[in-house]
């Protein structure tokens, strides 16, 4: 498909990410259609323990590469440790967990945050339910995309007293988004994308 996917980091949902342009299957990988999800009335981690059964988008996925139990359970650790690292603006952290353009992405929004003096933090991540939407191959790289339905505290302070700029600490929200896996030559999971769920 040709032209843009924007992108949308979820950890600062607030704010809009510069686009990301359509790559190969070496950087990562091609812009797809954007999903529609609706909200699941799932239990908690559905699509974690094995995959959603009972949803539209998982009845319709294209599973092209076999996602199995550990790989949603790899999915659910990445969307755990990376807001973990997120919250504490660990760069390194993060380059051992998402692709060098996710990266880009989050160091220009820590740098951001930074620069005004705020810290974003997103704690205690439950994974309500995660559904594939297309698993497939591009060379030796496999990709995968989950809806992800996830609640969490998330709020923003000010780094150097810790005072409230946004959001609640003690309220919980929940998010939706579509994340993109991806791995080299059957090696370990990374974060290649993130998108908007449209119409929610």
């Known amino acids: 498909l040709a032209g843009v996917a924007w992108l949308v980091i979820g950890f600062i949902r607030r704010r809009a990410m510069p686009t990301y342009a359509q790559s190969s299957s070496a950087a990562g990988p091609m812009a797809r259609m954007p999903i529609d999800i609706a909200p699941s009335s799932g239990g908690a981690s559905g699509g974690a323990s094995g995959g959603s059964s009972d949803g539209a988008a998982a009845s319709a996925a294209a599973d092209e590469i076999g996602i199995a139990h550990g790989d949603y359970d790899a999915f659910e650790r990445l969307l755990v440790d990376i807001q973990a690292a997120w919250s504490h603006g660990d760069v390194a952290a993060l380059r051992r ?10 160091s220009e929004a820590l740098a951001a945050n930074v620069s005004q003096g705020n810290e974003n933090r997103v704690e205690d991540v439950r994974l309500e ?9 591009e060379g030796a790289n496999d990709f995968a995309t989950v809806a992800m339905r996830w609640s969490s505290l998330d709020y923003t302070v000010r780094a150097d007293n810790g005072a409230a700029v946004e959001g609640d600490p003690a309220a919980r929200g929940e998010t939706t988004e579509v994340w993109t896996f991806m791995r080299s030559a059957g090696g370990r999971w990374l974060l290649s994308a993130i998108q908007q769920v449209e119409g929610r």
């Open 129 to 137: 339910q995660g559904d594939l939407a297309e698993a497939w191959r």
């Open 97 to 106: 967990l998402a692709t060098p353009e996710m990266l880009s992405y989050f």
